[in-house]
């Protein structure tokens, strides 16, 4: 049971490239979410979704793109990367209820 | 809006004191309280979830109190430990979204 993982781990953009976030859970779980982690900001909801092809926006949607075409599958993906998208993007999963989280995806754009 | 506060930002303490981390919401109809842990460069492990009517809620050094009238949780840790050291994150909200507080950074000196 790896509970929630995320891949990949580290990766450094140039400022316009695209990438896809892979969030997988073996939980059953229904509700899936992405955050991002920011010095001084705290986590903030990006986009989460409720169940199998569902999405619905967070605090901070702009310039990201969810899919969830599997239950266990949660993508995050950036079309044209910026700076200000250097984050730390985590995912989590839920039954609802408590949250359980990945270990993050540490993106740097330069 | 859903607002969160933890007070302190920090807190040293000697091993083995016992201690009371705060977190405060400006929206009383809240759902779900959960209090995380995070260590550095890694995810946020789960402690405790206080749902719907509960007021509490305990893990072996760790009670978690949830007044919704007043707008308050607090998360108390006995008989603190070395290992206790880390960031700790309360979040509240409904049965499938979370604000999160900027955490408190808890230093347990041996």
């Known amino acids: 049971n790896a509970g929630v993982t995320q891949t990949p781990k580290f990766r450094v953009l140039k400022t316009g490239q695209s990438m896809t976030l892979l969030c997988a859970q073996d939980?059953?779980?229904?509700?899936m979410y992405w955050y991002r982690q920011d010095p001084g900001m705290g986590l903030r909801l990006i986009h989460y979704s409720v169940g199998e092809g569902t999405t619905a926006k967070g605090e901070v949607p702009d310039g990201y793109n969810v899919s969830r075409l599997k239950k266990q599958n949660f993508l995050l993906g950036l079309e044209s990367a910026a700076p200000s998208q250097t984050s730390v993007y985590f995912c989590?999963?839920?039954?609802?209820?408590?949250?359980?989280f990945g270990p993050g995806t540490r993106l740097t754009v330069t | 809006k859903q607002e969160v506060t933890q007070i302190p930002a920090a807190l040293s303490v000697p091993e083995g004191e016992n201690l009371v981390l705060n977190c405060s919401f400006t929206?009383?109809?809240?759902?779900?309280l959960q209090w995380f842990r995070q260590d550095p460069g890694k995810g946020l492990t789960s402690l405790l979830l206080i749902q719907s009517s509960q007021r509490e809620q305990t893990s072996g050094r760790l009670n978690a109190s949830l007044d919704k009238s007043s707008g308050r949780s607090t998360l108390y840790i006995a008989a603190s430990q070395p290992g206790d050291s880390a960031t700790y994150l309360c979040a509240g909200g409904s049965n499938y979204k979370l604000t999160f507080g900027k955490g408190t950074l808890l230093t347990v000196n041996p």
């Open positions: 939980m059953n779980h229904e509700y």
């Open positions: 989590a999963s839920s039954y609802p209820g408590e949250q359980y």
């Open positions: 929206d009383s109809a809240i759902y779900n």
